[in-house]
T-cell receptor, first 118, second 115 residues
Framework: AQKITQTQPGMFVQEKEAVTLDCTYD???????LFWYKQPSSGEMIFLIY??????QNATEGRYSLNFQKARKSANLVISASQLGDSAMYFC???????????????FGQGTTLQVKP | GAVVSQHPSRVICKSGTSVKIECRSL??????MFWYRQFPKQSLMLMAT?????????EQGVEKDKFLINHASLTLSTLTVTSAHPEDSSFYIC???????????FGQGTRLTVV
């Protein structure tokens, strides 16, 4: 079963506006971590933001914020004030058993291609 | 943040030959590294978990004899694609963690083309 689901293959946003990229997950482990990565056309994976399952507050990093709704098992990424350089593919990922001896492998969603329009 | 260097960034090889890809942690020791494969416009699929000083753990469906992984030191893991075929053409990317409660840092990736 798909553990990480990104239902938006592609998204458009006008420059300077905010955009939300959806991510839902499925796990029975009470301890897990959720990540968002940006992948520009060059291929590198750029870490954006992290949310732990026990974190009480939603994570924020500059223009990036994570809308964590634990009961709904969703971890949407919000990008505020979009810039042309934000155009890229965005991946949501999960690591289970975060506090255990788990190797810590990441499971990735299908990705969302974001295009910022001038 | 921590730096992971992957080499080469691009490689073209002939069908039937082998290709080695290196993944180095430059400023930290990584007991565990991960190798992923990514087809165009698709997600990253974990191929194997590389553990320093022991055999790699391969994901289901990944041929361990075709994708040889060696993690001989705390800063270097290598992936060798043996007897490469055109269907092995893909983007390969490694990652490593500094510790248990940190994000994974990725290498720049290697774009392999088998002709």
């Amino acid at each position: 079963a798909q553990k990480i689901t990104q239902t938006q293959p592609g998204m458009f946003v006008q420059e300077k506006e905010a955009v939300t990229l959806d991510c839902t997950y499925d796990t029975s482990d009470p301890s897990y971590g959720l990540f968002w990565y940006k992948q520009p056309s060059s291929g590198e994976m750029i870490f954006l933001i992290y949310q732990g399952s026990y974190d009480q507050q939603n994570a924020t990093e500059g223009r990036y914020s994570l809308n964590f709704q634990k009961a709904r098992k969703s971890a949407n990424l919000v990008i505020s004030a979009s810039q042309l350089g934000d155009s890229a593919m965005y991946f949501c990922a999960m690591r289970e058993g975060f506090r255990s001896s788990n190797t810590g492998k990441l499971i990735f969603g299908q990705g969302t291609t974001l295009q910022v329009k001038p | 943040g921590a730096v992971v260097s992957q080499h080469p960034s691009r490689v073209i090889c002939k069908s039937g030959t082998s290709v080695k890809i290196e993944c180095r942690s430059l400023d930290f020791q990584a007991t565990t590294m991960f190798w992923y494969r990514q087809f165009p416009k698709q997600s990253l699929m974990l191929m194997a978990t590389s553990n320093e000083g022991s055999k790699a753990t391969y994901e289901q469906g990944v041929e361990k004899d075709k994708f040889l992984i060696n993690h001989a030191s705390l800063t270097l893991s290598t992936l060798t694609v043996t007897s490469a075929h055109p269907e092995d053409s893909s983007f390969y990317i490694c990652s490593a963690r500094v510790g248990a409660n940190t994000e994974a840092f990725f290498g720049q990736g290697t774009r392999l083309t088998v002709v």
